[in-house]
């Protein structure tokens, strides 16, 4: 079933989900963080058919959110690495983990995030960088204002 483009939409959520929002991209972002970084190694997690993890590898690469390199003797053998863009996924990343350990974890799984040094149990949330304060949604609203370098550039 083919979905609804979203590139006319002026929403950056709408944006964002035309980039990482098709099935199986965010998981194979997800693998890259876990430290896969190739074909057959996503292949395998994923149990996703090769043509549709060629397409989500390809789309990926040309949004700007992996880069591939040539790895081993061969040209044809790749491993994705994240651009600074994908890297700029992991919070969002995150909070997908989060958001399905509270509303859709399969019972009896346990996961969870954990601090590398300390051990600890991560509890994320999102804080706003100038004022250190969490983010409340009911304390915030959206601002879209038109980008001054688009309207000098027409």
């Not at 390809?58 to 880069?67: C, F, T």
């Not at 081993?72 to 995150?94: F, M, N, Q």
């Not at 997908?96 to 949330?125: C, D, Q, Y």
């Amino acid at each position: 079933m083919k979905r609804k483009s979203y590139t006319k939409m002026p929403c950056p959520v709408a944006q964002c989900l035309e980039i990482v929002g098709e099935w199986w991209s965010m998981l194979i972002i997800r693998d890259i963080f876990k430290g896969l970084r190739r074909f057959d190694e996503f292949q395998k997690s994923l149990g996703i058919a090769p043509n549709i993890l060629t397409k989500r590898l390809n789309d990926l690469v040309e949004y700007g959110i992996l880069q591939k390199q040539n790895y081993g003797e061969s040209t044809k053998r790749y491993e994705y690495l994240l651009t600074k863009a994908g890297e700029d996924l992991a919070p969002v990343l995150v909070m997908m983990f989060e958001w399905g350990n509270k509303h859709a974890t399969p019972v009896g799984l346990t996961s969870r995030i954990i601090h590398v040094k300390t051990g600890e149990i991560a509890e994320p949330i999102v804080i706003n960088k100038k004022t250190g304060l969490e983010m409340n949604m009911e304390e915030y609203h959206v601002l879209t204002t038109c980008d001054s370098k688009e309207e000098s550039a027409q």
